[in-house]
């Protein structure tokens, strides 16, 4: 149940409200977030933590390796099913059409998958599903190769088949991973860095749903509501720096608890409001 000053301020929003969305919305459909318990991937007789992986550095001295745990993380997420909050996020934007926007950190495509449409769905952190070219030839990211298996196990290694498969298919150079990697940075063609900032200056309303707030842009985005003024919900089973935000500003509030449970309820409060 919603308290009554939240229902109140979604059923009277008006104009564009801005879902930003991380991990803990997926959470229930089985992906382990980043931060909580995946723990390290182990290449040869090292381990590794999955912010020395997620590197273009790692990429660089290990393609094989990388490949291989993508192909795993890219299983998993194949696997999974979008749950009651990709589900709800999907028909508020059906309803809001143009008013709605979705900031997403998840890689997982299930946004996508649940019917969010690529306009109004910036993966600000690539997509698992696809792969661009090493060296930047390609316009676009492209599809990971079908012929690729879509169920890859825990350390299985990558095979000279696969390596031919991952090459870019314009250039021949390698291909890698249609993500954003730490030691990178946003831009505009890949992860819509300008066209996220841009929306944050315009949201009437900005939702940050299971989020632990550690990358840039999504802190980008929740100072500029605050500076703006604009309220914040943040939804999230701990508090986190946007729930700090939001006591700071008492612009808002901090909703304890999951995504399947409270963002189903936000977008129906948000709908009652229609018209
Ligand atoms: N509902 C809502 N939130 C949840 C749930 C749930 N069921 N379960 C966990 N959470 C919250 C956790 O409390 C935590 O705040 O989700 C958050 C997950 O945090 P992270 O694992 O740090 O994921 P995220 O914030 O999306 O990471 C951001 O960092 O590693 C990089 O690029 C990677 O996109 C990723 C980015």
Redesign the pocket.
């Known amino acids: 149940m919603l308290d009554p000053p939240v229902r109140e301020l979604l059923r009277h929003t008006r104009g564009l409200v801005l879902w930003l969305t991380?991990?803990?919305?997926s959470?229930?459909s089985g992906i382990p977030?980043?931060?909580?318990k995946e723990g390290y991937w182990r290449v040869g007789s090292q381990n590794y933590q999955?912010e020395e992986m997620?590197t273009m550095r790692a990429f660089r001295e290990m393609p094989d390796e990388i490949w291989a745990w993508y192909l795993y993380r890219r299983s998993v997420c194949r696997s999974a099913q979008p749950n009651a909050a990709h589900r709800a996020l999907a028909r508020a934007e059906q309803r809001a059409g143009d008013d709605f926007l979705l900031v997403t950190?998840?890689v997982d495509g299930l946004h996508v998958r649940a019917g969010n449409t690529l306009d109004r769905t910036y993966q600000i952190?690539g997509n698992i599903d696809f792969m661009r070219c090493s060296r930047e030839c390609l316009e676009a990211p492209v599809s990971v190769p079908d012929a690729i298996d879509v169920r890859w196990e825990k350390g299985r290694p990558l095979g000279e088949r696969e390596r031919e498969l991952l090459r870019c298919p314009s250039c021949g150079a390698a291909g890698r991973p249609h993500v954003?990697w730490f030691d990178e940075s946003y831009d505009e063609p890949n992860f819509r860095f300008q066209s996220s900032i841009e929306a944050a200056r315009l949201a009437s309303l900005v939702i940050v749903?299971?989020?632990?707030?550690?990358?840039s842009l999504p802190m980008h985005i929740g100072t500029i509501a605050a500076q703006r003024g604009v309220p914040m919900l943040v939804?999230?089973?701990?508090p986190?720096p946007f729930s700090e935000l939001v006591r700071r500003t008492g612009k808002g509030a901090f909703l304890p608890g999951?995504?399947?449970e409270l963002v189903p309820l936000l977008v129906n409060a948000l709908l009652s409001g229609e018209g």
């Open positions: 991380g991990a803990g919305i959470a229930e977030t980043f931060r909580g999955p997620a950190q998840n952190h954003l749903v299971g989020t632990t707030g550690g990358t939804v999230n089973p701990e986190n999951t995504a399947g």
